[in-house]
Nanobody
Framework: QLQLVESGGGLVQPGGSLTLSCAAS????????IGWFRQAPGKEREGVSC????????NYADSVKGRFTISRDNAKNTVFLQMNNLKPEDTGIYYC????????????????WGRGTQVTVSS
């Protein structure tokens, strides 16, 4: 079964940047759409950005448009989330997830999940 592992989280000051990675094992990612989701304490998990299996279609939450960029390198079996101009409200646990067909960038559409990586934006 597809397994996903996130990495790249950490502590960063407001205005800083981080790049998150989602690496797959057991199966390759080229047949899967990938989504990045985040969950802040006491809040519902929300979709941040999603990308189709080929990379030809992307989706961004309004709150991150212009600041975050999702990309994938299927040859490396990895999906990335470049996060620029980070804000305190970006703080949360970031998860990557996979689904066979990209429909909507909402958590219930996704079948396989990583365990998450913590992103903290604070001065």
């Amino acid at each position: 079964q597809l397994q996903l592992v996130e990495s790249g989280g950490g502590l960063v000051q407001p205005g800083g940047s981080l790049t998150l990675s989602c690496a797959a094992s057991r199966f390759t990612l080229d047949n899967y759409a990938i989504g990045w989701f985040r969950q802040a304490p006491g809040k519902e998990r929300e979709g941040v950005s999603c990308i189709s299996s080929s990379g030809g279609r992307t989706n961004y939450a309004d709150s991150v448009k212009g600041r975050f960029t999702i990309s994938r390198d299927n040859a490396k079996n990895t999906v990335f989330l470049q996060m620029n101009n980070l804000k305190p409200e970006d703080t949360g646990i970031y998860y990557c997830a996979a689904v066979g067909l990209f429909r909507r960038c909402v958590s219930y559409e996704y079948d396989y999940w990583g365990r998450g990586t913590q992103v903290t934006v604070s001065s």
